[in-house]
């Protein structure tokens, strides 16, 4: 027979047989763990090339005939396919299911909470890696043994878990024991309870969650301590402090405001708003205020406002309202702190009331010394115009005597009164009504300085004092006396009083010179405390004897009344002036040295 | 001023009225000289009422005005006369001892022609008077119309 | 002709494709499972054909079947291969 063209496809199955066979072999010794699967691929390999050598054989056209060979290897090579596919599936199953074993066992033991398993007695039967962790103990220490041992409340934890085991008590929701580690250190931990079953539903053991609390028992207890602390702070504190949601719902408060707005505890104060305690427009207030703040998030320092307490008492108090935010800076609500300012509101009220009361005391006494002084003078006119009449009369009967011969003895008579006695009473009478006169005068100055209104502007002291002593110029020339003006520090003040005053003092320093010098008057500045300027106004006069010093400021006091002329209003009309400008006069000065006179001023 | 002209003295002191009065007429005025003791008898005679003497129609008159009256004081009654369109033409000097400012602008505000503060040095006051009595010698009054 | 034996094979090929095709899921975790189905279903096809070259078209159904032999063949080395090959441990 000729070789059939199929055979050379033969050979290539063969071809291929033999080197799978090889790569067969070659695996077979350095592989450990395949060795059904080698088996029997190598089975189904070698019977394929057995199978393949026998069709070579017969369409080679080589006479050997291997038929049953042929035959049996034929049938043998489904039965390896299958042998091969059941092998690798086997094995498949094998390694799903060490896989699940071992990620079972991965999840059981690396669990980040402690497991344990608890048979009918209470014995551990089974616990993780994370349990044995938390206690130091290995697992030899810890299975067969009861698990209450390792609890600090033994006999309650032995009571709770056979009953559990007994259908006593369900397993009910978690609770905390502490725990013993072998290092004999405790642990708060948290149990939670399930129970296991067989199939027919009795309870054959307990299964157990452990998880360590004893970090979060720290931070409860941290937590604890701080809110202690700070209701303590907030309790102690005087001023009404509190916190309102945005629906301005009181979310936390303290004992001063609980106690202001009639609750006994501030918890009574959770949860309602303004409108349960305080009347509708106070409450309408308080609302508008804290919804602006929370709303344009700005906070309301400092505002003043009425509030009513407990016992109906109108009140005052000074708010601030801050906008509470989250993190993220989301408004939450608000915080306020309240203070009760009715003392002071009731002392600035007062003091206002006194100051109205001073106020119009003053004008009252101003108008009555306008008045008094003015109605004075009235009569004045009176005195002096009729003791003029008088005189006149006098003049009359004077020259009607003289055309008239009289008798020489009614003459004498009338003529002493008529020449002498009423002339000289005519004249006190006279001078008397000028003193009043002139005594009045300064007193209606003297009460219009302090209506006038003060017009207060920065003033340059050489301009003024140069006017002063222009207009003083004929004076201080008849006094036969030199005035020296320094450069001056520019003052605070109305020109015109302040030209009053140094016309004042100059004009003191002329009257009082001395006679056996020269006069030489020397103005100057001194040195002062910040905000105030000293003007001083030296002159080389008579000077001023200690007790005098004081005397001479006041009203209608003069030192020389006999030999100098003026109403003793200079210096008090000076002094005055000053008050109104907050300065302040004083003098220093020696008897037969010369006097100073400071002045001070506020500067610019 | 003519010498039926009559000269209106308003003032409660009687001693300033006489010492007015005998100024005056030493100084050579010798027109009537009136006297009326207070604001209300000023206004009566002026604005006829009442019971007191009362003016007469086309007179000339001028009004010396003291401040300082009872009842109803001087700047009241100038107010009252100036308001009034006819009386506003007599002439009115202001003859009190107030030499407060204020009074003094507020009186010419409300239209005085002059303010003369009484001086109470006694040459002063004769002089001061003496000069009225001149300058009423040359001023010219208008006649005050029909009694109303 | 049908040979008995040829047919033999065939219902055995079908019962281990049943197999195969129900724990196709399986399988698939098997390295390169794709090459060693394929070898298997190039088998199965040259059962076939041995079968069907009793009953007409003799000549081209041989060759196919010899073809098929080859391939399956061929797919079964490189997958022994892939699998069994240098330094392979686990699978």
């Given at each position: 027979m000729h070789p059939h063209p199929a055979v050379i496809l033969d050979i290539v199955t063969f071809l291929a047989c033999l080197s799978a066979l090889i790569i067969l072999y070659k695996s077979s010794r350095c592989a450990t763990q395949r060795g059904a699967q080698l088996l029997f691929t190598g089975l189904l390999v070698f019977t394929l090339l057995c199978y393949s050598f026998c069709l070579i054989i017969e369409w080679s056209g080589?006479?050997?005939?291997l038929d049953t060979l042929e035959n049996l290897t034929g049938a043998l090579v489904p039965m390896c396919w299958a042998f091969v596919f059941y092998a690798f599936h086997k094995s498949i199953s094998e390694q799903s299911l060490r896989e699940s074993e071992a990620r079972f066992y991965e999840l059981f033991d690396e669990a980040p909470i402690g497991y344990h398993e608890l048979d009918t007695k209470g014995r551990i039967t089974r616990v993780n890696q994370t349990e044995l962790k938390m206690l130091g103990y290995t697992d030899e220490e810890m299975l067969g043994r009861p698990v209450w041992e390792f609890v600090i409340e033994e006999e309650t934890s032995r009571q709770a878990v056979l009953d559990k085991l007994s259908g006593?008590?369900?397993?009910g929701q978690s609770f905390e024991r502490t725990i013993r580690q072998k290092n004999g250190n405790t642990l708060a931990v948290l149990i939670e309870d399930r129970f296991l079953h067989d199939d027919a539903g009795n309870i054959i053991g307990i299964r157990s969650t452990i998880q360590n609390i004893s970090k979060r028992k720290q931070t409860e207890e941290t937590l604890a301590k701080e809110h202690n602390l700070l209701r303590t702070l907030i309790d102690n504190m005087p001023d009404n402090i509190f916190v309102k949601d945005t629906e301005s719902r009181f979310v936390l408060c303290n004992i001063a405001i609980a106690r202001s707005m009639g609750a006994?505890?501030?918890?009574?104060?959770?949860?309602?708003?303004d409108f349960d305690f305080y009347p509708k427009e106070l409450a309408e207030r308080y609302y508008a205020d804290s919804q602006k703040v929370m709303q344009s998030g700005e906070s309301l320092v400092g505002q003043e406002e009425p509030a009513i307490d407990a016992a109906g008492n109108r009140k005052w108090y000074s708010t601030t309202k801050v906008p509470l935010r989250y993190e993220n800076g989301k408004i939450v609500g608000l915080v306020g702190i309240s203070r009760d300012i009715t003392e002071r509101k009731q002392a600035e009220y007062d003091r206002e009331q006194l100051m109205e009361t001073l106020a119009s005391k003053n004008k009252e006494f101003e108008s009555i010394l306008y008045v008094t002084s003015h109605d004075l003078r009235a009569p004045l006119v009176n005195i002096q115009g009729f003791s003029h009449e008088l005189s006149l009369s006098c003049e009359q009967v004077r020259s009607a005597i003289a055309d008239k011969k009289m008798a020489k003895n009614i003459d004498k008579k009338v003529g002493n009164a008529l020449n002498k006695d009423i002339p000289e009473a005519l004249g006190f009478i006279t001078n008397s009504a000028s003193r009043m006169e002139s005594l009045l005068s300064g007193l209606l100055r003297l009460s219009r300085l302090g209506t006038a209104a003060l017009r207060i502007e920065p003033l340059d002291m050489k301009t003024i004092l140069a006017d002063v002593t222009r207009s003083m110029e004929y004076q201080i020339k008849q006094a036969g006396a030199t005035v020296r003006i320094e450069s001056l520090p520019s003052c605070l003040g109305d020109a015109s009083q302040i030209n009053q005053v140094f016309t004042n003092i100059l004009n003191n320093a002329l009257k009082y010179l001395d006679d056996t010098r020269p006069g030489m008057i020397h103005i100057y500045a001194k040195k002062a405390k910040i905000g105030q300027n000293v003007y001083c106004v030296e002159d080389n006069g008579v000077g001023i004897a200690p007790e005098h010093q004081d005397k001479?400021?006041?009203?209608?006091?003069?030192?020389?009344p006999d030999k100098k002329s003026g109403e003793g209003l200079g210096l008090t009309i000076v002094k005055h002036i000053l008050e109104r400008h907050n300065g302040r006069i004083w003098v220093e000065s020696e008897p037969g040295v010369g006097s100073k006179f400071f002045v001070s001023l506020p500067s610019i | 001023m003519n010498k039926e002209g009559v000269i209106l003295i308003a003032e409660d002191d009687e001693g300033h009225f006489e010492l007015i009065k005998r100024t005056l007429q030493r100084a050579g005025v010798c027109n009537e000289i009136l006297r009326l003791a207070d604001g209300q008898e000023t206004l009566d005679f002026l604005f006829i009422k009442g019971d007191g003497p009362k003016r007469e129609s086309n007179k000339e008159y001028l009004l010396l005005l003291?401040?300082?009256?009872?009842?109803?004081g001087g700047v009241e009654v100038l107010e009252k006369i100036k308001q009034d369109p006819e009386l506003k033409k007599i002439p009115v000097i202001m003859l009190t001892t107030t030499d407060d400012p204020i009074t003094i602008e507020h009186c010419h505000g409300l239209g005085c022609s002059v303010y003369i503060v009484k001086p109470v040095e006694y040459e002063d006051f004769t002089d001061a008077v003496r000069k009225i009595g001149l300058f009423l010698s040359v001023v010219e009054i208008p006649q005050i119309s029909g009694v109303r | 002709m049908i040979h008995e034996n040829e047919v033999v094979m065939l219902l055995l090929g079908v019962g281990v494709l049943i197999f195969i095709l129900t724990s196709r899921l399986r399988l698939k975790?098997?390295?390169?499972?794709n090459i060693i189905t394929a070898a298997f279903y190039v088998a199965f096809a040259s059962w076939v054909l041995t079968v069907l070259e009793g009953l007409f078209w003799e000549g081209l159904l041989n060759y196919l079947e010899h073809i098929c032999y080859a391939v399956s063949s061929i797919l079964l080395a490189c997958w022994c291969w892939k699998v069994f090959g240098s330094k392979k441990e686990a699978m």
């Open positions: 080589v006479t050997l005939r006593a008590i369900p397993p006994a505890t501030p918890d009574e104060l959770l949860g309602k708003t001479i400021f006041e009203i209608f006091y003069r030192l020389e | 003291d401040i300082r009256m009872p009842k109803i | 975790q098997l390295p390169s499972s």
